[in-house]
């Protein structure tokens, strides 16, 4: 398992953007999939994005194209950049990442299953 640590989190008006990072303490070319995972209080937790080496990101439904995933290899650095948030995006986003090998299937469908390290999360506030 790697060390992953998100930042960026903040309180942000509903319309506005935000960008969150996570780092890794390993090469993040050697993970597989990495994901975007989100819980609002009382909810379960809901992959938002992903991305697999050798494919394209994955987004949920729900996103209607607000969101982008992107990764600095150099950087050992994964992004999700958010764009005209809405109250309903709020809650703790959390950075995941598979080993070296996974599911594709169940990287691009965001399952919990497929990933083996989680950070501890970044909170987003949407105030209207």
């Known amino acids: 398992q790697v060390q992953l640590m998100e930042s960026g989190g903040a309180t942000v008006e509903a319309g506005g953007s935000l960008r969150l990072s996570c780092t890794t303490s390993?090469?993040?070319?050697?993970?597989?999939?990495m994901g975007w995972f989100r819980q609002a209080p009382g909810e379960e937790r809901e992959g938002v994005a992903s991305?697999?080496?050798?494919?394209?990101?994955s987004y949920a439904d729900s996103l209607e194209g607000r969101f982008t995933i992107t990764r600095n290899i150099a950087k050992n650095t994964l992004y999700l950049d958010m764009n005209h948030l809405k109250p309903e995006d709020a809650g703790v986003y959390y950075c995941?990442?598979?080993?070296?090998?996974?599911?594709?299937?169940?990287?691009?469908?965001?399952?919990?299953?497929?990933?083996?390290?989680w950070g501890q999360g970044t909170q987003v506030t949407i105030s209207s």
């Open positions: 991305i697999i080496n050798g494919g394209g990101p």
């Open positions: 995941a990442a598979s080993g070296a090998s996974v599911v594709t299937r169940a990287c691009k469908a965001r399952q919990a299953s497929a990933f083996k390290s």
């Open positions: 390993g090469r993040i070319g050697r993970l597989t999939c």
